[in-house]
């Protein structure tokens, strides 16, 4: 199994003392699946991300990624994770605006150590960037952006993706076009993909669903 | 006493190392342009002779003594007034080319105290004068009618020294009268000595005033040119053995790891033979550290002419004398077939 | 890993160079201020070392002549029997050259070139070379007949030679000027007067006398670069606080692909380190020409208040370049550690949400302002409690930098008030959109602050100098013609010869003693007319001249009362068996020196050998008496000074000694502006959205740029308000504290308006003039830029 949760559990301080974000997650990922992750808002379903993601700490529970449990790592351990086991795709696109497009793309490869500029081209080509290489981010439209930062997550070859509202940012033609570029080479690279949304629509696009409610797997 | 003449140059340029070595101590093998040089056959004339001789380059009045105090310590004091000419002549003023150099010290087991002095020629600040004779730098003196009796002071920022010496014995003339050669080349100095006095008199040390006895020795030496090029220090004995009978003696140290070695055997009468080139034998028995250095500090003497086979043994081998021109001068006591007292001088060491 | 981690953090300066240039010019103007002060300093005080190394003046106790001012060799050779270590020196002047003659083998240890490597002792008394510095040489090369050695060591305008050239040279044979005292004596040694009861000793002065009196100088330069390098550090600490603000989504996207949050800081702070080099690098050099450009002055102002030689060339010393590099990267270190810490605990998830970072941001103002007030509470500690130069510079700190925390704050109710206050809905925006700037602007505000601030409080202190000088000046030299004779028989002569055509001879006479412990003069007054007249006292007894002429008072200056705790009606021992109140304390400005005044009489019987050589004569016919002493009498033009010289000559060294702090206070106020100008420059990039809603509701684009413009004086106008008071009680530490602590007398502090308002004015000039552009931009933002922040949202 790629991904491995058990007994996940992670509140936040809040005004009012401790508020239970994640309430005993249990879930398993294998390789090569795609799994979207759904609830309506303050359910949880980008804490667990970030969870699963290195990004975040839990305060119980087990996140075995590639058989090491992540929820045990201090900070150095955990960036090692994201940096080569490890994707993400957020909803604001995240990149540096100072690199242009070559080198975003580039960047977590060369991090963490796998880049290939051939391979990164071709990404990049696929994804209609081929004219865009050396812009900088806010020389682009959002759809392109956020094209650039799913080359960039897979072009560090990641086992796994996570991406958290990839399209919320876009209009829906754009949406559904970028959604369908990104499924298609994540079904390329054989890479897992849970992705976090709150369109049913895109939800349904993917291998398998998990709701949640709560802090709770429904 | 000739070991002296190696301070001479040495005092003439305070600021070089001594990288002169190699040709002899800092230039006293070097030719002495102009200035007069000791000759076979020219008798000694006194007074005159305990005065300066301004046209010959260096020159030296110098007082050793072994002493006891009243609980038996014993003590050694030296009083030396070296005089080194830029040029052969004296001049009244400040461009005077004799410039004085005055070094004092007291010996204790325990301690070595020294102090020294700078002077230029021709303002009164130091100098000599024969009859009624007195040598004088800054405070330091030795003065008195005659040679025969002498008041002797000097005092450092921590000792002080005023004793009287008395004759005993007739003045010693080394060498062929008075002409004492130094090397197998040839190179020579006038050189008498009074190594007779009885000493009586105050030392002032840090612990207080100590009344003292004993004896004292007093060489005179002038010269242009004392040492050969090749000769690298020297190690010089004047002992008084308890018999009455003295011995001086010295051993050049050569490049080559030889020696030029010659002495003078006193008697109690005051009788003198001149010991030739090998007939006095210096072996190191221990070497000390002194500051770093190492520095012998006793000594097998043997005179096989006049039955003398002696340890000599510094009272306090740390005897460094950290002056202008260093060098180690200290109280030795002698044990083996005679005993005694006397001083060790060594130059090169450094 | 982290090679691509530093290729991106080096983009964002790669994509904003203008932030970098802030970084890098603040820190080498920092550094170049603060070095090239150092510069000066250093250069300053290796010429004194020299000088007191050459002359043996500082490290060791001298005997002086207790009257007159040679002493005979006799007495020198009678010393060193008795057994006291001494060594002769002999002084003179040829065409303005200090000539020096010492004796080589009894100067106390590696006096001058000899002996310290220049030349063996047998070669420097065989050849007798005059040893000075290459300019002293070319001076002196046709003037004597000795063969000059250059040596770059020896002091600026003076010369050592033997002691027997020196003699031959100067005509002094047989004469010597001082004695030096070696450390180590004799046993046994008598006491000094039974041997030479005509010398005085005068004991060591710990470092060089000039060292010691140019101190005191060399501090107010420290202070100044101290306060121009706080200015710059303001600069480094906005753009690093900027730089990080920016980079703060670019730090969150880092982390996120997996860059360990450690090696991160860490690569930043190498990254600023870097910065710091570099910006120190290019300020060493910068220093360099500043201090070479001060240079001149300052050492005409040494030379002129001092007497001392400073040599007009500088030389680069490796202590600069480690000094400052140091300081550019402490500076850095201070002003960046508050943004590497935030980094550092800035949660990975939270970081991209600004709020945080407001919140952060209200903190370290409350911080601030409790620092702020501390700092003020502190200063009034050290003014009312403190005692020291140490302290006094203590509350100058304290006060400065409270004064500029607080500045924000202060802004803030001041604008706060103004906006509830305005009418019409264009005004309430402008104030209100005016704060919304202020934290963006303050640290520049601050710099402004400083340099305003000092520049009040120094141009006070330098104006309230030179009146009060004047004013003394005027009183002291109330004689018409001042004359020098060559010996003690024409000084005889000349006072017979002026005593029917003067209305009264003022000698000046005074020997050099100590008093209450001090060195001191002892100065004898002939009192009549002219002292009863023009004298006035900082503080008197009744009847204070007749006291004193009938020799049962003593009149001191100020320097001495202070320095010994004296004041009128207390009584001051002049020997051992006269002892007599002081009557009066009279101002001493530019005096080193404590001083006692006697009435002739009782300074004759005090020094019965010593005999005036110069005098002061009061007549109402100036040039004809002046004809006289030279056509009848036969003096030189040159031993007669008039009035008007001496007082023109005095306040030109007054003046000189403040041009280096005017050209410091330039170069501050330049700093300050710059400031404001980079602040304004990166702030306006960021105003493009804030101004959007204010265009898009009918402000034309133009009208903004106009009230930028206003905004920024009106900015300056409250700063340069606020900075006046801070400036006078920066005047005042230094008048009341400092001054009297390093200098020895207190000065009246008076205030010029007219000054400070044209100082205002070079503030606002220097607002506009940086406000310029960043407002001319603005007018010009195309209305695309405008309407795009409305089209997509964040």
């Not at chain 1, 605006?97 to 070559?102: A, G, H, I, K, R």
């Not at chain 2, 080194?84 to 010290?105: E, H, K, M, R, V």
């Not at chain 3, 005191?216 to 550090?233: C, D, M, P, Q, R």
């Not at chain 3, 607080?406 to 103004?418: G, Q, S």
Request: hydrophobic share 45%; net charge negative.
């Amino acid at each position: 199994m790629l991904l491995s949760v058990k007994s996940l559990e992670k509140s936040y301080a809040g005004a009012e003392g401790s508020v239970p974000v994640l309430r005993g997650i249990d879930m398993d990922v294998a390789t090569g699946e795609t799994l979207a992750l759904t609830g309506e808002s303050g359910s949880g379903k980008s804490t667990l991300l970030h969870l699963i993601g290195g990004l975040d700490t839990a305060d119980a529970g087990t996140i075995f990624l590639d058989g090491h449990d992540i929820a045990q790592m201090d900070d150095a351990g955990r960036a090692a994770v994201r940096r080569a086991s490890v994707g993400i795709i957020f909803q604001q696109f995240n990149l540096i605006p100072s690199l242009d497009v070559t080198a975003n793309i580039a960047f977590q490869a060369r991090l963490a150590g796998v880049y290939d500029r051939q391979e990164a081209t071709a990404l990049a080509t696929s994804l209609g960037l081929a004219d865009h290489l050396h812009k900088y981010p806010e020389q682009l439209s959002g759809g392109q952006q956020q094209r650039v930062a799913i080359a960039r997550a897979l072009a560090a070859k990641p086992r796994l993706i996570l991406a958290d509202e990839p399209t919320g940012n876009l209009d829906e033609e754009t949406a559904a076009e970028v959604m369908a570029q990104m499924l298609s080479l994540v079904s390329q690279t054989g890479s897992a993909l849970v992705m976090v949304t709150h369109s049913p629509r895109l939800a349904g696009q993917m291998g398998r669903q998990l709701h949640l409610r709560q802090g709770q797997l429904a | 006493m000739a070991v002296k003449s190696f301070l001479f140059a040495l005092a003439l340029s305070l600021t070089a190392p001594v990288v002169a070595l190699a040709q002899g101590f800092a230039g006293m093998g070097s030719e002495a342009q102009g200035f007069a040089t000791p000759s076979l056959g020219t008798p000694l004339s006194f007074p005159a002779d305990h005065g300066p001789h301004p046209d010959y380059r260096i020159e030296w009045w110098y007082v050793t003594a072994n002493m006891t105090g009243p609980d038996g310590t014993a003590y050694g004091l030296q009083w030396t007034l070296f005089r080194s000419a830029l040029a052969p002549f004296a001049t009244q003023g400040w461009d005077s080319p004799q410039i004085w150099l005055g070094n004092a010290a007291v010996t204790t087991p325990e301690a070595h105290y020294t102090s020294e002095r700078l002077a230029r020629g021709g303002t009164g600040q130091a100098g000599v004068i024969a009859a009624p004779f007195e040598a004088w730098i800054d405070e330091w003196h030795m003065r008195g009618d005659t040679v025969d009796t002498l008041q002797l002071r000097a005092a450092g920022t921590q000792f002080s020294y005023d004793v009287t010496l008395e004759a005993q014995g007739p003045l010693i003339l080394h060498g062929q009268d008075g002409y004492s050669v130094k090397s197998q080349q040839g190179q020579a100095s006038y050189y008498y000595s009074q190594p007779s006095y009885a000493l009586s008199g105050t030392l002032t040390l840090p612990q207080g005033e100590v009344a003292v006895t004993g004896s004292a020795w007093l060489d005179r030496e002038w010269s242009s040119q004392p040492l050969a090029s090749d000769q690298t220090g020297w190690d010089w004995f004047s002992i008084s053995f308890d018999g009455g009978e003295k011995l001086m003696g010295f051993r050049l140290r050569q490049a080559d790891d030889s020696y030029y070695t010659s002495g003078t055997w006193i008697t109690a009468e005051g009788d003198t033979t001149a010991l030739p080139d090998g007939s006095f034998d210096a072996t190191v028995l221990e070497v000390s550290d002194v500051g770093g250095r190492d520095v012998p500090t006793r000594w097998q003497v043997r005179v096989p002419d006049y039955d003398v086979d002696i340890t000599v043994e510094a009272l306090n081998p740390q005897a460094w004398m950290d002056m202008s021109i260093p060098y180690w001068e200290g109280p030795v006591q002698i044990s083996g077939n005679r005993t005694g007292v006397g001083y060790l001088e060594m130059t090169g060491y450094d | 890993m982290t090679a691509a981690t530093l290729a991106a953090l080096w983009s964002h300066w790669r994509r904003n160079p203008l932030q970098l240039f802030t970084l890098i010019a603040g820190l080498a103007l920092a550094t170049a201020l603060w070095s090239g002060v150092q510069a000066v300093n250093s250069e300053a005080r290796a010429s004194y070392d020299t000088a007191a190394a050459t002359l043996g003046e500082g490290q060791y106790d001298q005997l002086l002549p207790t009257a007159g001012d040679t002493i005979p060799e006799g007495t020198f050779i009678a010393l060193r029997r008795a057994g006291w270590i001494v060594g002769p020196v002999v002084e003179g002047q040829i065409a303005g050259v200090r000539l020096v003659g010492i004796d080589p083998l009894t100067a106390p240890g590696g006096l001058g070139p000899v002996g310290n490597g220049g030349m063996d002792l047998p070669q420097f008394l065989a050849e007798q070379p005059v040893f000075a510095n290459a300019a002293t040489a070319a001076k002196l090369q046709t003037l004597i007949d000795a063969p000059i050695v250059i040596a770059p060591a020896t002091a600026p305008d003076t010369a050592i030679t033997d002691i027997f050239v020196a003699q031959r040279l100067l005509n002094g044979q047989g004469q010597l000027s001082r004695l030096i005292v070696s450390p180590d004596q004799p046993l046994g040694q008598p006491p000094l007067a039974q041997i030479a009861p005509d010398l005085t000793r005068r004991a060591a002065q710990g470092g060089s006398d000039v060292g010691r009196l140019t101190d005191s100088f060399h501090l107010n330069l420290t202070a100044f670069g101290l306060l121009s390098f706080a200015v710059g550090i303001f600069i480094v600490h906005g753009a690093i606080g900027l730089a990080f603000e920016q980079r703060r989504t670019m730090i969150r996207t880092l982390r996120a692909l997996g860059m360990p949050l450690r090696r991160l800081v860490m690569l930043m702070a190498s990254e600023l380190m870097v910065f710091a080099l570099i910006g120190g690098l290019i300020g060493v050099c910068l220093g360099y020409l500043v201090a070479a450009s001060l240079l001149p002055d300052v050492a005409a102002t040494l030379k002129g208040l001092y007497g001392a030689q400073v040599s007009g060339t500088l030389q680069l010393r490796p202590s600069w370049w480690l000094s400052g590099m140091g300081i550019s990267v402490l500076g850095t270190g201070i002003a960046a550690t508050g943004a590497l810490l935030s980094v550092a605990r800035m949660p990975l998830l939270a970081s991209a949400q600004p709020r945080a970072w407001a919140t952060a941001r209200g903190n370290a103002r409350r911080i601030q302002v409790m620092v702020s007030l501390g700092l003020l509470l502190i200063a009034g500690l050290l003014a009312v409690f403190g005692e020291g130069l140490i302290m006094g510079f203590g509350l100058l700190a304290c006060l400065l930098i409270g004064a500029a925390l607080a500045l924000p704050l202060v802004l803030d109710v001041t604008l706060r008030m103004a906006q509830r206050f305005a009418k019409g809905v264009t005004a309430q925006w402008f104030w209100a959109d005016t704060r919304q700037q202020l934290p963006g602007l303050s640290l520049a505000l601050m710099a402004l602050l400083l340099a305003m601030a000092a520049n009040v409080g120094v141009s006070t202190m330098v104006s309230s100098f030179r009146l009060t000088f004047t004013g003394f000046l005027d009183q002291r030299l109330a004689s018409e013609l001042y004359v020098s004779t060559e010996n003690a028989a024409q000084a005889t002569a000349l006072e017979e010869f002026v005593a029917p055509r003067t209305s009264e001879i003022l000698p000046r006479l005074y020997v050099e003693t100590e008093l209450a412990g001090l060195p001191a003069e002892i100065y004898s007054a002939r009192i009549g007319r002219t002292y009863r007249e023009n004298w006035q006292f900082l503080a008197e007894a009744p009847q204070v001249w007749d006291r004193v002429a009938a020799g049962e008072a003593v009149l001191v200056n100020e320097q001495l009362a202070r320095r010994a705790g004296l004041w009128v009606g207390d009584d001051l021992a002049l020997a051992t068996d006269v002892v007599l109140p002081i009557a009066g304390v009279f101002g001493d400005y530019g005096n080193p020196m404590g001083q006692a005044m006697v009435s002739e009489d009782l300074f004759n019987a005090l020094h019965p050998t010593a005999q005036s050589t110069q005098f002061g004569l009061r007549t109402d016919d100036p040039q004809g008496l002046r004809d006289a002493l030279i056509r009848d009498f036969g003096l030189s033009d040159q031993s007669i000074t008039d009035q008007a010289q001496i007082k023109a000559f005095s306040l030109s060294v007054f003046e000189r000694t403040f041009t280096v702090t005017a050209a410091l206070n330039i170069l501050t106020l330049s700093v300050a502006g710059f400031a404001i100008f980079m602040s304004l420059l990166t702030l306006a990039a960021m105003r493009v959205p804030q101004l959007a809603p204010a265009w898009a509701l009918g402000l034309t684009r133009r009208r903004l740029g106009q009230l930028e413009l206003i905004r920024a004086v009106v900015l300056a106008v409250l700063t340069a308000l606020l900075a006046l008071p801070l400036g006078l009680a920066l005047a005042w530490v230094l008048l009341a504290v400092v001054n009297v602590e390093a200098f020895g007398w207190r000065l009246p502090m008076y205030v010029f308006p007219r000054d400070y308002a044209v100082l205002g004015l070079f503030a606002l000039v220097a607002a506009v003039l940086a406000a310029a552009w960043p407002a001319r931009r603005l007018a010009h933002t195309p209305p695309a830029d405008l309407l795009k922040v409305f089209a997509n949202g964040r």
